[in-house]
C-alpha cells in the first residue's frame, strides 16, 4: 500500500523560510517521481515542483523557480522542498504526490495516482 505523508508546514512571516517534508512507502522511489502540488482557498491545485529520484532531474513551477528547491534522499525513502523567501502568495495547503516515471515529467495533478494528506502552510505580510 503507497502511502505518502507530508510534515513541516506552519506560519511564518513573509522572507521566511520552511523545509517541507514528504516520507514515502510501499513504493520503489527509483521508479516514481515525486512532485508538490499546493492549493489555495478557492483555487485549483497547482504544481510546485518535481524530482525523478532515480536520475535527480528536476523540474520547478516558473512563480516558484529561484526560492524553492526540491530535494530527496533515497536511503530515507523521503523528498524534501525547501521554501525560501516565502511571500503571502504561497499560502495554500501543500500536497506530495507521486506517478510512475516514464521519462518525462508531467505537471498535471490528474497524472498523479498517490497523494499525501498535505500540509498547511501560512504566510503573514
Known amino acids: 500500500q503507497v502511502q505518502l505523508v507530508e510534515s513541516g508546514g506552519g506560519s511564518v512571516q513573509a522572507g521566511g523560510s520552511l523545509r517541507l517534508s514528504c516520507a514515502a512507502s510501499?513504493?520503489?522511489?527509483?521508479?516514481?517521481?515525486l512532485g508538490w502540488f499546493r492549493q489555495a482557498p478557492g483555487k485549483e491545485r497547482e504544481f510546485v515542483a518535481v524530482i525523478n529520484l532515480r536520475g535527480g532531474n528536476t523540474y520547478y513551477a516558473r512563480s516558484i523557480q529561484g526560492r524553492f528547491t526540491i530535494s530527496s534522499d533515497n536511503t530515507e525513502n523521503a523528498v524534501y522542498l525547501k521554501m525560501n523567501g516565502l511571500g503571502p502568495e504561497d499560502t495554500a495547503v501543500y500536497y506530495c504526490a507521486a506517478a510512475y516515471y516514464k521519462g518525462y515529467f508531467d505537471s498535471t495533478p490528474a497524472r498523479y495516482p498517490y497523494w499525501g494528506q498535505g500540509t498547511q502552510v501560512t504566510v503573514s505580510s
Open positions: 510501499g513504493l520503489t522511489l527509483a521508479n516514481y517521481a
